[in-house]
T-cell receptor, first 115, second 114 residues
Framework: NAGVMQNPRHLVRRRGQEARLRCSPM?????VYWYRQLPEEGLKFMVY????????ESGMPKERFSAEFPKEGPSILRIQQVVRGDSAAYFC?????????????FGPGTRLLVL | AQSVTQLDSQVPVFEEAPVELRCNYS??????LFWYVQYPNQGLQLLLK??????LVKGINGFEAEFNKSQTSFHLRKPSVHISDTAEYFC????????????FGGGTRVLVKP
């Protein structure tokens, strides 16, 4: 049973470009969470999605950031017009719809560097 | 809203010595508590969790933690560390209900010395 997959693992963008981060949850998991880890800090919640629905986006910056989890395919975190302050590690986590729903399983992260 | 405080940002410890990582939280509702470990340039791996029941929780790799409701603490312990335990450790809480976000502490970096 493969774990949470994220790609790319490393992403370099210049200021003003777009960054697309992908997350494939564990098999059977329908809940996806995105977190951001700034250098030397803990993880901060960004958004919680279920298939085709955004459930909680209280941690998302108001501008330039968006997330989706379509019926088919991975969850996407999209950052438009990146700035240097967006440089961070972005982690995706997933949890099942029932059973151990309280436990989130993390992917390896995407490390975004904005030049 | 919840918050998590990890009182020690770095903990150096000698191999085979015990280690305790402190975690305090604040919340107005019932919470679930978690400890995760992060090895360099990797994702987070769940060490253990407290949902309900016995306040002493045993996890992987010989770690255990004790939930103390009166002190709002969830300290992590290991009686004898290995070099391979060098990593960053994160305490996290979530509301005791379905599909809730995790609130993380700032992390404690453990450096095990030979």
């Amino acid at each position: 049973n493969a774990g949470v997959m994220q790609n790319p693992r490393h992403l370099v963008r210049r200021r003003g470009q777009e960054a697309r981060l992908r997350c494939s949850p564990m098999k059977g998991h329908s809940h996806v969470y995105w977190y951001r880890q700034l250098p030397e800090e803990g993880l901060k919640f960004m958004v919680y999605l279920q298939k085709e629905n955004i459930i909680d986006e209280s941690g998302m910056p108001k501008e330039r950031f968006s997330a989706e989890f379509p019926k088919e395919g991975p969850s996407i975190l999209r950052i438009q017009q990146v700035v240097r302050g967006d440089s961070a590690a972005y982690f995706c986590a997933s949890s099942p719809p029932e059973g151990a729903w309280e436990t989130q399983y993390f992917g390896p992260g995407t490390r975004l560097l904005v030049l | 809203a919840q918050s998590v405080t990890q009182l020690d940002s770095q903990v150096p410890v000698f191999e085979e010595a015990p280690v305790e990582l402190r975690c305090n939280y604040s919340s107005s509702v019932s919470v679930y508590l978690f400890w995760y470990v992060q090895y360099p340039n990797q994702g987070l791996q769940l060490l253990l969790k407290y949902l309900s029941g016995s306040t002493l929780v045993k996890g992987i790799n010989g770690f255990e933690a004790e939930f103390n409701k009166s002190q709002t603490s969830f300290h992590l312990r290991k009686p004898s560390v290995h070099i391979s335990d060098t990593a960053e450790y994160f305490c996290a809480v979530s509301e005791a209900a379905a599909g809730n976000k995790l609130t993380f502490g700032g992390g404690t970096r453990v450096l095990v010395k030979p």
